[in-house]
């Protein structure tokens, strides 16, 4: 059972559109992660959100921690090519951390 | 920059072999972990360490062993690689002392087909 819930769990859209992906659970997160990992290679973290109700930007890259800290959202505006990825979401449970399955992105130049 | 590589992109091995999956980092991380990434199961935690020789193991830690003998080097063994161990292989570590729920930095990865 998949504590980290994501969807979609695949996205192709072309250049200059916006998205949105989501990271959703049952159960409360002190934290979540959000990572993007290019073919080929290892996770990355993006962003870490901590408060309910947060909310980070990374330039064209929104992130939403959920009031009752049980969910997160992405949103990419004028997406790009660059940001063609795996998307993956984690949160801390049992000094461990807990992975999502990962949205896959592909953005058609 | 944080480094963490890792010995081998892509390995392929028979049945029967024994494997050895090595990692490094130079950041000077207490906590390290092996994770195998199949499509649709996201990452999945074999064994970490969060000191120099001690294991813990993750959800899935069978078939497979660990040696953390110093604390930059956490090695990963297949003592007898099946076709079901095919997979992506992701080593990371962490800098956060005794809890393993900071940020993770990651290797390239290892890609080990079993055939």
């Known amino acids: 059972t998949q504590l980290l819930e994501q969807s979609p769990q695949f996205l192709s859209i072309q250049e200059g559109e916006n998205l949105t992906v989501y990271c959703n659970s049952s159960?409360?997160?002190?934290?979540l992660q959000w990572y993007r990992q290019e073919p080929g290679e290892g996770p990355v973290l993006l962003v870490t959100?901590?408060?309910g109700g947060e909310v980070k930007k990374l330039k064209r890259l929104t992130f939403q921690f959920g009031d009752a800290r049980k969910d997160s959202s992405l949103h990419i505006t004028a997406a790009q090519p660059g940001d063609t990825g795996l998307y993956l979401c984690?949160?801390?449970?049992?000094?461990?951390?807990?992975w999502g399955a990962g949205t896959k992105l592909i953005i058609k130049p | 920059d944080v480094k963490v590589t890792q010995s081998s992109r892509y390995l392929v091995k028979r049945t029967g072999e024994k494997v050895f999956l090595e990692c490094v980092q130079d950041?000077?991380?207490?906590?390290m972990f092996w994770y195998r990434q199949d499509p649709g199961l996201g990452l999945r935690l074999i064994y970490f360490?969060?000191?120099?020789?001690?294991?813990e193991k993750g959800d899935i830690p069978e078939g497979y062993s660990v040696s953390r003998e110093k604390k930059e080097r956490f090695s990963l063994i297949l003592e007898s690689a099946s076709t079901n161990q095919t997979s992506m292989y992701l080593c990371?570590?962490?800098?956060?002392?005794?809890?393993?729920?900071?940020?993770?930095?990651f290797g390239p990865g290892t890609r080990l087909t079993v055939t």
């Open positions: 950041m000077d991380h207490e906590n």
């Open positions: 360490s969060y000191d120099v020789k001690m294991k």
């Open positions: 990371a570590s962490s800098p956060r002392p005794g809890l393993a729920a900071g940020e993770q930095y």
């Open positions: 159960s409360v997160f002190s934290s």
């Open positions: 984690a949160g801390p449970r049992n000094y461990q951390l807990i």
């Open positions: 959100v901590v408060t």
